[in-house]
Structures are given as structure tokens and as C-alpha cells.
């Protein structure tokens, strides 16, 4: 079996990331290195800290990271985009230009022997009022139509400051640490759902920027991916099993 890759969180053009050029090229490095070998790439959300696509237009920018994107599948590697929190509103330019496979809810497939649960994993468990109520208005339709009337000068603007205002306050906070299995939403969230589905092998998800690797039972295992801002963190299922691994260039050979 090929091996097949796991990754979320890059928020790449966070106007909060000094380094994002860097950050976006080690990305596309890393994309580079697995093109060869990879059976299929999942992006479990938030790749782009903000991505709004009107009718004729898209963000600027990014050219590298979608040349990428669009090789690997060329190839005749599946990539399979999951929307998060940060890119909800991506809708045909991933399918069309890049040859990307859009997932806009979590989704079970089999992979190998083995049942997986993906998805970003905002709104999952999360008790949270105000992000429920920001969740629902970005996914509500109405909404996006009146944003699509913005013009895109001034739409995106709004969006990239929004996006940057959420990122440096979540940089005055204290780093996201792992709350516990009685506390942890994503946990919370993956157990409940174990009871109606016994039959998944693995839980993957993103957004919450901590690295976990977590038995909830003797079949079953979840895992969050970490990041690729500060963690540069991956997962990978082939012959050996699931794995998280971080990807140090010059020392890690994916």
C-alpha cells in the first residue's frame, strides 16, 4: 500500500506569521518529497488562514503551494481538501484548477483494512456559544451571498484582518494544551460517537494546534495533527501502521 498523509493547519497569509514565505515554501518542500510515493494526500482544514472565492476572483497570492497541489495530482495523487474554520468558503477553484476532492462535512472512508473518521473538527463537541454562532453565520447562506456582494477589494481586506485579529489573540493567550479526556471537546466528541459506530479504527483531526496520539479503545485510536505554523507535524498510515512524525528538513525523510 502506498502511504497516504495527514496534515491540517497551515495557515498560510496569516498576516500573524512573520515567516509566512518560509513557512509556505517548507510546506511545499515537504509536498515535494512525498509526490513520488504518496497514494493520497488528506488537508484536514485551515490551510489558508482566510480563502474566499467569488465568482471571478480568488486571493492573491499562493501560487506556490497551489502549483503543488495541482502537480501532485497530475500525477494521479489524490488530495482531498477539507474546509475548516479559517477556508469554509472554498467551493470550485480546488476541484477545478487544482484537481483537488472537496469535503465541506466530516467524512468516514476505508482506507487500506481500516475505518477512518476526518475532518477539520470545529463545531465538534465544542461548548463554546460565540464561536457556535460564528460557525453558523460564516456557514449560512444567506450570509455569504451578502459578503459575495462586497467587493473583493474590500472583502478580502476585511477577511485577512479578521483572520489576523484571530491569530494574534490567540497568541497573547497561552499555548493550546491538550485539556484531559474528561475536558477535551474533540475526545468528547469522537467517544459519543464510537458508541453508534464501533467499526472506526481511527479518529484524525485538526484545529486545535496540539499534537495528540490517544487510545480510546483496544480497536480504536484518535489523533490531532498539531500544526504546520510551529509544529510542522503530518501523519502517516502505510504498511507499519499510523504514525504522527515531524517533518525537520534535512532530517526527517517522510
Not at 14 to 26: F, L, M, N, V
Not at 92 to 119: N, Q, S
Not at 122 to 137: A, E
Request: hydrophobic letters at 40%; one cysteine or more.
Amino acid at each position: 500500500m502506498k502511504p497516504i498523509y495527514f496534515l491540517s493547519d497551515a495557515h498560510l497569509g496569516s498576516r500573524a506569521i512573520k515567516h509566512g514565505r518560509t513557512q509556505e515554501r517548507r510546506l511545499v518542500r515537504f509536498l515535494d518529497s512525498i509526490k513520488e510515493k504518496a497514494g493520497a494526500v488528506y488537508l484536514l482544514g485551515d490551510i489558508f488562514d482566510f480563502w474566499y472565492e467569488y465568482k471571478l476572483a480568488v486571493p492573491k497570492g499562493y501560487t506556490r503551494i497551489l502549483g503543488k497541489l495541482s502537480e501532485l495530482t497530475d500525477l494521479g495523487v489524490e488530495v482531498h481538501y477539507f474546509t475548516g474554520n479559517h477556508d469554509i468558503w472554498a467551493y470550485e477553484y480546488f476541484e477545478r484548477e487544482c484537481g483537488c476532492i472537496i469535503h465541506h462535512r466530516p467524512a468516514t472512508v476505508e482506507l487500506g483494512d481500516k475505518v477512518f473518521y476526518l475532518a477539520h473538527g470545529d463545531g465538534l463537541g465544542d461548548p463554546n456559544r460565540t464561536f457556535k454562532f460564528l460557525r453558523w453565520l460564516f456557514h449560512n447562506r444567506t450570509a455569504q451571498v451578502v459578503f459575495s456582494a462586497i467587493h473583493p477589494r474590500w472583502g478580502l481586506e476585511l477577511g485577512l484582518e479578521w483572520a489576523k485579529h484571530s491569530r494574534l489573540k490567540h497568541n497573547k493567550e497561552e499555548d493550546p494544551t491538550y485539556l484531559g479526556e474528561d475536558r477535551e471537546p474533540l475526545v468528547l466528541f469522537a467517544k459519543d460517537y464510537l458508541k453508534s459506530h464501533p467499526n472506526v479504527n481511527f479518529f484524525i483531526f485538526g484545529h486545535r494546534h496540539i499534537e495528540l496520539d490517544l487510545a480510546l479503545s483496544h480497536d480504536t485510536r484518535m489523533l490531532i495533527l498539531g500544526d504546520w505554523i510551529t509544529h510542522f507535524t503530518y501523519a502517516i498510515f502505510d504498511d507499519q501502521g499510523l504514525r504522527i512524525d515531524n517533518y525537520l528538513e534535512g532530517e526527517t525523510e517522510p
